[in-house]
């Protein structure tokens, strides 16, 4: 398996470029790339709550 490596220099630029070359198109990249973090993130919300109920569950009933 191999590690995937970051270069924050290139996130920066890329950054800063979508703000100095502001148009509807880099507005939309950003707001979609909002909206697919907080996807995830409420996902893995509702699996951590659903996983951790289930083994207080199962503690309860003294089956695990």
């Keep these: 398996m191999?590690?995937?490596t970051v270069n924050v220099n290139e996130i920066i630029t890329s950054v800063t470029g979508m703000f100095s070359d502001f148009s509807?198109?880099?507005l939309l990249l950003?707001?979609?790339a909002g909206v697919g973090i907080?996807?995830?993130l409420v996902?893995?919300?509702f699996?951590?709550?659903y996983l951790t109920r289930k083994l207080m569950a199962a503690?309860?009933?003294g089956k695990l």
């Design 2 to 4: 191999t590690e995937a």
């Design 24 to 26: 509807v198109a880099n």
């Design 30 to 32: 950003f707001i979609g």
């Design 38 to 40: 907080a996807a995830a």
């Design 43 to 45: 996902l893995a919300w």
């Design 47 to 49: 699996g951590v709550r």
């Design 59 to 61: 503690l309860k009933k």
